[in-house]
DNA sequence: ATGCCATCCAATGGATGA
């Protein structure tokens, strides 16, 4: 089962580029960040075409999230629990049956955090206590998990090319990267890291500057696994040749291959 | 870097992003 994430950055801007990847990638399973839009305007009938499930969280103008699936999906679930008070849709989730056992599949789209200190800095951290609630509640299941999106948080000093550019930055705060390493101390696996040791491993490169052209990038789009699934870990890639494309998001697809 | 570019909504600019 191949799962993939991909922040689109606006489902009206991206329709193309997203129908070419995935005649290309043919993931299983993609969720999709960013969207900007409403459920009513998702192009749900182009995507079906192409052989997928089609289930959005949406919103009006900003964020929204996705999950599309050639597999069936069952227990969907919309919105990141914890805060009723949250109307930001940043998170669906729903499992997936496969051949083999099925896959619980998150989408995410966890807070930018700029600028630091302030409210939006205060928004990312409380929403990563509630993901990392929802992280151990996924994983007292005991199903295979797949938590996949933007975390918009640099892990460590080799997922940038110019770390020292960034530690002002919320993405790169002590605070947030600690929060991070908490999912991964719960028991995730970062399958990228995992199967791709090393720097130069990038999965967002700013439109200005030339900083794609000046491969200045930063890893930012990850995939945490559970045990369960990190035991059928196979093969973990990043699409980065999306990037070169027409009128390409700044984000490029992440990937994970799971056996059965 | 002080948003250099891009998207969306709405309206001839503002908010947001990372």
Redesign the pocket.
Known sequence: MKIATF?I?????RAEALAGWLGRAAPDVAVLQ?I??VDEAFPRDELQALGYRVETHGQ???NGVAILSRLPLEDIRRGLPGDPSDDQARWIEARVLGEGRPVRVAGLYL??G??MPGP?FDYKLAWMARLRARAAELLATEEAVVMGG?Y?VIPEPVDAKKPE?WVADA?YSPEARQEFRRLLWLGFTDAVRQKMPGDGVYT?W????GAWQRNNG?R?DHLLLSAQAADRLEEAGIDRDERAGD?PS?HVPVWVRLRG
């Not at 950055?9 to 801007?13: E, L, P, Q, R, T």
């Not at 700013?206 to 500057?209: L, N």
């Open positions: 922040n950055n606006g489902i009206k801007a960013e900007k839009s009006k103008g900003f807070p930018n700029n600028p939006k933007d918009n550019a993405l967002f700013d439109y200005q500057a930063i930012i009128k700044d």
